[in-house]
């Protein structure tokens, strides 16, 4: 039976998985959005991301919230790496779409396997103070591993905001997604400026990695059901914009909540694709589009 | 003179965003005729050629071709009633040879004009405008590696290959030495000779002076000028636009 | 000495095959053969969009399943012989190729990508919530035992899958060939320069996607009587959309017979790693395998093969 206590919390812990995707997107909002790389793979480097804060809290008890603040730099750098090896393969060669989707397609796989040969199917999870204890007042029932989580993605998303909007390198990366020809042709070096942000780009999802080993238990393909969730989200709120990929997740996890509250969470998978297409369909720039 | 337009396109308004490209531009081309669209760098010439061609629709604005309203119609089903443009920045069929490029025109434009060249064979046809062009010798030779002026010549070859009635010639010649825009001028006026009416976009003040019958003139978005070249060159705002205050 | 068209010899070895078929007795060659045949089928059916237009189609396993579970449907409705429900799988994938084609491809090729893999998604979705045809826990179909012509009913499916890809390949090569694959080919170079040289690209690219999804439908049509048990996982298996992208991609992707190189390497391979090591790392192998084909030899053993051949040329006449 449907309450209204039940759908007011459906919603607000809707709108704290909202926030919780909009740090799991922000990754492909760079990559995808400001340069133009398919990068389908970045839901496995998330799931990698929560493998690592597993193992280290399992084997030193340290908070994976922890633990991915510490692997930030080794996933920046893991991101400056792919990035070399993708513009040295495919972008100075021209022929990019194609070949560079099919590309991460097959990182996507061999890492997919990897974790699997090493972790197996069974889900794993953390153990940590703030799993479990929920904090409530009047008919609401905050569950603090999900607080945290939403917490500490607002304040990504909103570090990364200002980093494109006012820092002088975040604005430089701005200028070359709009214009790269231009760029180049005042001598600015544009390769390196788009390194830079696909490392950050790889960085933000050992960071969505920790949250995610927070929120819930982590298997190796649960990366599948994000890649729809991921560009759903980007394309719904117009490729490029942070604020879109916000306001396009907090909608998509609200909705996405509601449906499993009242048609249970089989079909949860179905909402963020379908939102997909519907985007795709009528209005292919998104809510916050050019 | 008052013979029915070729190409009537009445007040083409086109924004990007926040900014305004086309004005209201208005725009008539009679059959036959030799006109040249002049501007500085970023007035919306580029636009129009994409608005009228198709590759780009118009926000608001009306466009009529033989009569026949075409500003909803896809770009393809321009090209089949006739007008057909080269690129700025050649764009060809990088897998195929040069006289392959010509096929794709020749049958999926020509073929539906209805006086396309349904008597020889598309090689044939192919290989002729080829002679034309100058790029006869490079007929079998993949389109990747020819030089920059091969390549603007390929795009007019495409271009002609459509058997259109109206050819814009989008910067055809920049960066080729006088003796490459001479052979391009005298190409054009050949083609003229046949009936196809040009648009000719150029920087190059003299092959548009020679070339056109009548000047556009268009400066951030908006037409200052429509006269015959001489009217237009001494046209105070048109001096002003390209020389600056 | 008259040239032998090359459209003889897919025909010559189908005929082949099929006597092979009649005296061999081990089934374990008629399991295997049949998932290889499989594979020619989606491979060279991806391969009509994919490799002739450049759109990536992620979501093979959507139209695969299509066809599989449009089985399950007729099955359990009233049995209708096998060539029937192929002929209505691919029907029915074909027009749902339609739709996403029409409703994504005036968009970049990208977008198509995304949309193919939202499509398999959430028709995986829906299937799982549809008890009517088993639901996450699956559906049984009853493989009859033997049928009139065959010494088995394994057999047969063999056969029926083998008429199938051939089928696909001669449909391929004909598209190639034709002023169709011209077109393709003219997208797949520029899409731009394509549509204002008079090439209908959309319409195109819609024509393509419906073979291509027909064709991926009409493949898993017999799969739940091949597998017998049928659930969610294996219909919409990952392993068909990796696979329906590396064959042709390492086989060649501009030549018919690229996708058909390349699924019998492939499908060997895996089996072999299944059989030998284990299956999870036979998709390991494939992405590696993707990955290394892409990056250094992207038009695949056809492209390599052609290379060669110009070398060797330009070797003999200085």
Redesign the interface.
Known sequence: MVTFNLLINAVVTGILLGGFYAAVTIGITIAFGMLDIVNIAHPVFIIMGSFIAYIVNRNFGLDPLLTVILATPLFFLLGIVIFRFYYAAFEKSGKGSLRGLAFFFGILFVIEVTLLLAFGVDYRLVQTSYIGPNIGFKHIDLPLRMVIPFVGSMTLVTGLYVFFSHTFIGRAIMAVAQDEFALSLMAVDTVALRQLAFGVAIATAAIAGGFLIVIQPVDPSLGREYIGRVFAICVLGGLGSITGTVIAALILGTVETITSTLFGPSWAPAVSFAALLLTLAIRPSGIMGR | MTQEPLLDATSIRKR??GFVALDAVDIIVRPGERVGLIGPNGSGKSTLVNCL???ITSDTGTIRFSGRPIEKL????R??LGI??T?QIP??????TVVGNL???L????H?RPDGGQGESDLDQALLILEDVGLRNKAHAPSAGLTQVEMRKLELA?AI??RPKLLIADETMAGLSNFEVDEIISLLLKLNKQGIAIIMIEHIMRAVMAFSQRAIVLVAGKKIADDSPDVVMNNAEVVRAYLGE | MTRIPSWIWPIIIAVLVFAASRVVKNEYYMFAGYVVLQYIVLASAWNILGGYSGYVNFGSAAFFAIGAYGTVVLDKLWQPPLVVAIFLGGIVASLVGLATAYLTLRLRGVFFAIATLALAIVLQTLVVNWDYVGGPLGYYSVRPDSIVGFPSYVNYLFVVMLVLALITVLVARAIEWSFIGRGLAAIRDNELAAECCGVPTLRLKVFATMVSGGLMGMAGAPFPYYITYLDPNSAFSLAYGINSIAMPLIGGMTHWIGPVIGAVLLAVIQQVATVTISSELNLMIVGGLLITFITLAPNGIVGLFETYRQQRHEHASP
């Open positions: 990007f965003g061609s198709g590759a896809p770009a393809h089903q090209t089949r057909a443009r690129f764009l060809p069929f990088a897998s195929m096929t794709i025109p049958r999926f434009a020509a539906h495409r290959a459509a």
